[in-house]
């Protein structure tokens, strides 16, 4: 049973590109959760998706982020106009919603360069 | 607001037992959850704790109160690849983790 997965692992962006970060939730989860792990701090939620949903996206920035989870395909977070301060690791977690709380498993993450 | 607190590092010996404690305040608690990440990879599940009380999973075992806001993570046995960082979440509700800034484990032989 493969588990969360993300790509890239690594991505290198130049101030004011896009980036695309990609989450594929473990086999038989229908919920995805972003989080950004800044250096030497916590990790952040971000936004929680269900599939063509967007629960809460309490935790993203009001401009420049977005998140989609579509019907085919993987879940994407989307940063337009990247500046430096975007650099960090973002991970993607997901969880199967059976009873009142489940457990988030966690991708190994995407690590964003802004140069 | 919402506050979780955890010492920032701490260093064991190989073979000994220790305990990372975590406070916590927080506007909605649905359960607490301790997190192992290794330097450069994604957090893994180590525990879930909803009810206070002890809960032992091999040499790893989690404490909850609830009406202190406290939980600890106790390892026994240390081993060297138990270096890492631990990271204490609480649930707030919505399913969405708030997350402590973690604990960086060294193991000393």
């Known amino acids: 049973n493969a588990g969360v997965m993300q790509n890239p692992r690594h991505l290198v962006r130049r101030r004011g590109q896009e980036a695309r970060l990609r989450c594929s939730p473990m086999k038989g989860h229908s919920h995805v959760y972003w989080y950004r792990q800044l250096p030497e701090e916590g990790l952040k939620f971000m936004v929680y998706l269900q599939k063509e949903n967007i629960i809460d996206e309490s935790g993203m920035p009001k401009e420049r982020f977005s998140a989609e989870f579509p019907k085919e395909g993987p879940s994407i977070l989307r940063i337009q106009q990247v500046v430096r301060g975007d650099s960090a690791a973002y991970f993607c977690?997901?969880?199967?919603?059976?009873?009142?709380?489940?457990?988030?498993?966690f991708g190994p993450g995407t690590r964003l360069l802004v140069l | 607001g919402q506050n979780i607190d955890q010492p920032t590092e701490m260093t064991a010996t190989e073979g000994a037992i220790v305990q990372i404690n975590c406070t916590y305040q927080t506007s909605g608690f649905n359960g607490l959850f301790w997190y192992q990440q290794h330097a450069g990879e994604a957090p893994t599940f180590l525990s879930y704790?909803?009810?206070?009380g002890l809960e032992e999973k091999g040499r790893f075992s989690s404490f909850l109160s609830r009406s202190k806001g406290y939980s600890y993570l106790l390892l026994k046995e240390l081993q060297m690849k138990d270096s890492a960082s631990y990271l204490c979440?609480?649930?707030?509700?919505?399913?969405?983790?708030?997350f402590g800034t973690g604990t960086r484990l060294t193991v000393i032989p």
């Open positions: 977690a997901s969880s199967t919603l059976r009873g009142l709380q489940e457990t988030q498993y």
């Open positions: 979440a609480v649930s707030t509700g919505a399913n969405n983790l708030f």
């Open positions: 704790n909803v009810l206070d």
